[in-house]
């Protein structure tokens, strides 16, 4: 089955320090990889996506995500958090099945931002 | 609205007691999930409807669980003989069928409704 490894559950850091969270994922077949954000008190909203083509993807508010097949990682970055960068960061993958796109998410990594 | 709409926001209730959660998706999308969030996990999928139908229910974890889609828009997830360990946060999350009958990958979700089994 498969399954999303975040490594991190809780990750503090000061303004413009530089963020990475890690993601790897279980499958070893053909899959589409999302980064999704949940702010305080807010609804989980797309951060970015990797579906094809070239693995560096570009985000909202700044963010990257690499893919890299060989590693089966999908890790994120930002070269300089913001105080509202404070959210909670999930993983997620999937295959297109059927049509529909049925993710697995990891357990989320809860960041913290002080100024 | 312009987003997915999800009432109750919280339900507390007895354990063995049912329970209904509802689901409106954005105007359109034609794919809706149900997800549920355990406190420190991720979202965990139940089901997923195209349209009327559901075309994955692998997710639902017994047959306390079931969900319904009659007209293809508002969902409810319904919940007998409801237990402690149903307390989570319950989302539902829709999407965009192209006309090609692929996916464009996002899901949009809404806030969840919190479940309180005492």
């Known amino acids: 089955a498969q399954s999303v490894s975040q490594h991190n559950h809780h990750v503090i850091l000061s303004e413009a320090a530089s963020l990475e969270l890690g993601c790897n994922y279980s499958?070893?077949?053909?899959?589409?990889l999302f980064w999704y954000v949940q702010y305080p008190g807010q609804h989980l909203q797309l951060l970015l996506k990797y579906f094809s083509g070239d693995p560096l993807v570009k985000g909202i508010k700044g963010f990257e995500a690499e893919f890299i097949k060989s590693k089966f990682s999908f890790n994120l970055r930002k070269p300089s958090v913001q105080w509202s960068d404070t959210a909670e960061y999930f993983c997620?993958?999937?295959?297109?099945?059927?049509?529909?796109?049925?993710?697995?998410f990891g357990a989320g990594t809860r960041l913290a931002v002080h100024p | 609205g312009a987003g997915v709409s999800q009432t109750p926001s919280n339900k507390v209730t007895e354990k063995g007691k049912y329970v209904e959660l509802r689901c409106d998706p954005i105007?359109?999308?034609?794919?809706l999930y149900w997800y549920r969030q355990s406190l420190g996990q991720g979202p965990e999928f139940l089901i997923y409807?195209?349209?009327?139908?559901?075309?994955?229910d692998s997710g639902l974890p017994n047959d306390r669980f079931f969900a319904v889609r009659p007209e293809g828009s508002v969902s409810t997830l319904k919940i007998q003989r409801t237990e402690r360990g149903d307390s989570a946060v319950y989302l539902c999350a829709s999407s965009l069928m192209l006309s090609s009958g692929s996916n464009t990958g996002e899901l949009f979700f809404g806030e969840g409704s919190r479940l309180t089994v005492l």
């Open positions: 105007s359109g999308h034609t794919a």
């Open positions: 997620a993958v999937s295959r297109f099945s059927g049509g529909y796109n049925k993710l697995i």
């Open positions: 499958y070893g077949g053909t899959v589409n």
């Open positions: 409807f195209q349209g009327t139908g559901a075309a994955d």
